[in-house]
C-alpha cells in the first residue's frame, strides 16, 4: 500500500469585492461539470449574485451547485442543450498562510425514511457538509482580525502531482496553545461554503 507524506497547505485571502464576469466561457469537463475556462477568473465571489445560462436560457439554482474555490457548475438532472456561460463575479486572491497540519471533515447529512411498519429505521443522505482545521505556528493576529473574511484553501495529499481537496472556506474560529517551553501554535477552523473539489492535476 502507497503512503503519501504531508506536504503542503495553503490559505488564500479573497481581497476586494470581485470583479464583474458577463457570460463568461465554460469548459465541459464530462459528468455535468463545467469549468470557468480563463484560470485567472476561477474564484468566484460567494456574495454576489450569480447566473448560470445555457444559451440565453437561464438555469435554475436548483439545477446545479457550485465549487466557489475552482470555478466549477456542478449540474444535475438538467442536460444542456447550448453553451453552458455565467455571469457574476471572481475574487483576487493573495496567499495568507502555510500551515503545520490540517484536517479535512466530510460528512453526510441523514433524513429518516422509514414508514409505519417498518422494523428498521432506514436514512436517506440528503446533503453533504463539510469543515476544515489548519494548523501553524503563531506568527501575529491575522485570524483574529479578519474572522469574517472568506477564504479559498488548498489542501494537497501530494504536492507535487498536484493532487488537492480545493474550496471556498468561511472561518468559523481561531484558537491558540503553548505549553511550557514549546512553540506557540494557532489553529483556524473553517466552514466550507459550496463543494468540495477534489484535483489531481
Not at 121 to 126: D, G, S
Not at 131 to 159: H, K, M, P
Amino acid at each position: 500500500m502507497a503512503v503519501l507524506a504531508g506536504r503542503n497547505g495553503d490559505i488564500y485571502l479573497a481581497t476586494g469585492a470581485g470583479t464583474s464576469m458577463t457570460g463568461e466561457a465554460t469548459t465541459s469537463l464530462g459528468g455535468g461539470v463545467h469549468q470557468i475556462t480563463l484560470a485567472g477568473r476561477r474564484y468566484i465571489s460567494p456574495n454576489s449574485a450569480l447566473t448560470v445560462l445555457d444559451g440565453a436560457t437561464t438555469v435554475s439554482p436548483a439545477k446545479y451547485q457550485v465549487a466557489y474555490g475552482s470555478g466549477k457548475i456542478y449540474l444535475r438532472d438538467y442536460t444542456p442543450v447550448g453553451t453552458i456561460t455565467i455571469t457574476g463575479s471572481f475574487l483576487t486572491l493573495s496567499q495568507v498562510a502555510q500551515g503545520t497540519e490540517w484536517s479535512l471533515d466530510i460528512t453526510s447529512v441523514f433524513d429518516e425514511t422509514q414508514t409505519f411498519g417498518d422494523a428498521w429505521k432506514e436514512r436517506t443522505v440528503v446533503q453533504k457538509e463539510a469543515t476544515c482545521t489548519f494548523g501553524r505556528f503563531y506568527n501575529d493576529n491575522y485570524f483574529f482580525t479578519n474572522l469574517q473574511s472568506y477564504y479559498v484553501i488548498e489542501l494537497y495529499a501530494d504536492y507535487a502531482g498536484g493532487v488537492r481537496w480545493q474550496f471556498g472556506a468561511s472561518q468559523t474560529s481561531v484558537g491558540i496553545n503553548v505549553g511550557e517551553n514549546e512553540t506557540i501554535k494557532e489553529n483556524v477552523a473553517f466552514s466550507i461554503v459550496g463543494v468540495v473539489d477534489y484535483l489531481n492535476s
